[in-house]
Antibody
Framework: QVQLVQSGAEVKKPGASVKVSCKGSGYTFTTYGITWVRQAPGQGLEWMGWISASSGNTDYAQKFQGRVNMTTDTSTSTAYMELRSLRPDDTAVYYC??????WGQGTLVAVSS | DIQMTQSPSSLSASVGDRVSITCRASQSISSSLNWYQQKLGKAPKLQISAASTLQSGVPSRFSGSGSGTDFTLTISSLQPEDFATYYCQQNYTTAWTFGQGTKVEI
C-alpha cells in the first residue's frame, strides 16, 4: 500500500533552516508529484508548494517564495522541503501528500529562541 | 489564487443530528472539491473527492454535493466518532487552497 513516511520532529532557533524529508513507498515515485502543506497550532491547512517527482519542476506559494526549496531524490524515493530563515510563526506541523488521499504523518517543526 | 470560504466555523450538534457544512469557491472549480476530516494530532483524512465521491471505508452517512462554486458536505446522522474538524479543499489548480475549517462539537 502507498505510504509516505516523514522525518522526525525538529526544534530550531529563529534564523535557522530546517529540512523535512518524505519517503514514498508502495508506488512508482516518479509518477506523482509531492505537495507540502503546513498547519500552525490550532490553525487551518496552508498549501506551501508542489514538486514534480519526475522533472523536479516546482510551484511555490508566493508567501514562501525565496525561503523554501523543494527537491526530490528519485534514487531513494524521497522528497525534501527546506525552509530557511525560520521565524517563530513557522512553528507548525508540516505534511507531505502524494494525492488528496495519501498523506504523510506530519513533522512538527518548532521555532523558538 | 482561488479562495475557499467555509461556513460555519464551528457548530454544536447531538448524536443523530443531520449536519451540513458549506464551502464556496471564489471562481468556478467544476467538481474539483474535496472534503477532509481531521482529528487532533492526525493528518487530514479524505472523506469525499470530486465533490461527491465517497472514499472507500467512509460511512454512507457522509455525502457531498455541488459544482462550480458552491458545495455542501452533509452528515445524515451524526455519530460520536464524527466529532472532528472538517475542511474543504480545491484541487482545480496545483495550488491547493483550503477552507478555514468547521469544528463539529457536541
Amino acid at each position: 500500500q502507498v505510504q509516505l513516511v516523514q522525518s522526525g520532529a525538529e526544534v530550531k532557533k529563529p534564523g535557522a533552516s530546517v529540512k523535512v524529508s518524505c519517503k514514498g513507498s508502495g508506488y512508482t515515485f516518479t509518477t506523482y508529484g509531492i505537495t507540502w502543506v503546513r498547519q500552525a497550532p490550532g490553525q487551518g491547512l496552508e498549501w506551501m508548494g508542489w514538486i514534480s517527482a519526475s522533472s523536479g519542476n516546482t510551484d511555490y506559494a508566493q508567501k514562501f517564495q525565496g525561503r523554501v526549496n523543494m527537491t526530490t531524490d528519485t534514487s531513494t524515493s524521497t522528497a525534501y522541503m527546506e525552509l530557511r530563515s525560520l521565524r517563530p510563526d513557522d512553528t507548525a506541523v508540516y505534511y507531505c501528500a502524494r494525492t488528496p488521499r495519501d498523506w504523510g504523518q506530519g513533522t512538527l517543526v518548532a521555532v523558538s529562541s | 489564487d482561488i479562495q475557499m470560504t467555509q461556513s460555519p466555523s464551528s457548530l454544536s450538534a447531538s448524536v443523530g443530528d443531520r449536519v451540513s457544512i458549506t464551502c464556496r469557491a471564489s471562481q468556478s472549480i467544476s467538481s474539483s472539491l474535496n472534503w477532509y476530516q481531521q482529528k487532533l494530532g492526525k493528518a487530514p483524512k479524505l472523506q469525499i473527492s470530486a465533490a461527491s465521491t465517497l472514499q472507500s471505508g467512509v460511512p454512507s452517512r457522509f455525502s457531498g454535493s455541488g459544482s462550480g462554486t458552491d458545495f455542501t458536505l452533509t452528515i445524515s446522522s451524526l455519530q460520536p466518532e464524527d466529532f472532528a474538524t472538517y475542511y474543504c479543499q480545491q484541487n482545480y489548480t496545483t495550488a491547493w487552497t483550503f477552507g478555514q475549517g468547521t469544528k463539529v462539537e457536541i
